[in-house]
């Protein structure tokens, strides 16, 4: 009878903790690197179904596809660095909304990273929150390492930096942003950013 029970208990434990493992992962969505293998993929079709000519209504697709996991704000925080401290919630979202055109727009610019022979996907690197997945697209004879950073974003992974050779996105633009605003000022650099968005 004893037994009986011990088992009942045990079958019970072991029920209770599968139900639970599969409630917990039944909610976590794809990989970080499915994420991007299927993305990558996706934009590889879409180029390969256009050809060499790739029209403007291509292009907005593309654009959505490709800048899709990112995400932005965050991306935008760490290009600003210390000014993001110093600017209202308003001036924020103004910066967030420029910074983000212009990085749509200067993603089509250059799409042969897509039409590689191939990207290895390594296996990504996961710690609570954050994950770091790194790809390695090759093109003849060269190759291009890409690393992007990922956090969750309710519940959803999302780049907010992306490495390309050893040249982080964020700082590329923090540097270039540093410049521009101890040579004039915070508004004077967004002006130029606007500028350039209207131009692009």
């Known amino acids: 009878m004893y037994l009986n029970r011990h ?28 994420l991007i293998r299927t993305r990558n993929e996706t934009i590889r079709k879409i180029l390969d179904q256009a050809g060499e000519t790739v029209d403007d209504a291509t292009r907005e697709k593309l654009k959505d596809i490709i800048n899709g ?23 924020r979202a103004d910066f967030v909304d420029v910074f983000r055109k212009l990085i749509r ?6 799409l042969e990273i897509y039409r590689a022979d191939r990207i290895e996907y390594e296996k990504p690197v996961i710690n609570g929150d954050k994950a770091v997945v790194t ?3 090759y093109k003849g004879r060269k190759n291009v390492e ?11 992974w999302k780049v907010y930096d992306m490495v390309v050779d050893g040249v982080s996105t964020a700082r590329n633009y923090r540097d270039s ?19 350039r968005l209207k131009k692009s």
């Open 69 to 91: 996991l990112i995400d932005f704000r965050e991306l935008s925080r760490l290009a600003l660095g210390k000014y993001w401290k110093e600017r209202t919630e308003q001036e």
């Open 177 to 195: 942003f540093y410049k521009q605003i101890a040579k004039s000022s915070y508004r004077e650099m967004y002006d130029k950013l606007v500028k």
């Open 146 to 156: 890409i690393v992007y950073k990922m956090h969750r974003v309710d519940g959803e």
């Open 135 to 137: 790809t390695t697209a």
């Open 105 to 110: 727009n200067s993603s089509v610019k250059k």
């Open 7 to 34: 088992v009942y208990r045990l079958t019970l434990a072991f029920l209770i903790i599968v139900t639970a493992t599969n409630f917990l992962f039944a909610g976590a969505g794809p990989a970080p690197d499915e």
